[in-house]
């Protein structure tokens, strides 16, 4: 079992930025695949972003492709999201998820989640 925590949202204006972190806890964190999802009012929660257990791979949803980045750091067990460019609609509640099984990112399937860090982007 892993547990994953949050950190980095916030109030920002449009066209600002944010960085998320996500500290993993428990077992060996290369071991996880490792993925950025939100939810935002009113909405299913959808995925945003995945990394690979080594950092090779990555994975972006159409819509922060070219904005946002994903990336891990296996020795102090963490992953982050670096969001540029953000907009209105980026606002949401961002979750980390991590899970075990699988060759690369995925989009589906995790098995842990953290508890969501709130962004919110002003017009």
């Known amino acids: 079992q892993v547990q994953l925590v949050e950190s980095g949202g916030g109030l920002v204006q449009a066209g600002g930025s944010l960085r998320l972190s996500c500290a993993a806890s428990?077992?060996?964190?290369?071991?996880?695949?490792m993925g950025w999802f939100r939810q935002a009012p009113g909405k299913q929660r959808e995925f945003v972003s995945a990394i690979s257990r080594s950092g090779g791979s990555t994975d972006y949803a159409d819509s922060v492709k070219g904005r946002f980045t994903i990336s891990r750091d296996n020795a102090k067990n963490t992953v982050a999201l670096q969001m540029n460019s953000l907009k209105p609609e980026d606002t949401a509640v961002y979750y980390c998820?991590?899970?075990?099984?699988?060759?690369?990112?995925?989009?589906?399937?995790?098995?842990?989640w953290g508890q969501g860090t709130q962004v919110t982007v002003s017009s």
């Open positions: 428990g077992r060996t964190f290369s071991n996880y695949i």
């Open positions: 998820a991590a899970d075990v099984y699988g060759i690369g990112p995925k989009r589906t399937g995790y098995r842990y």
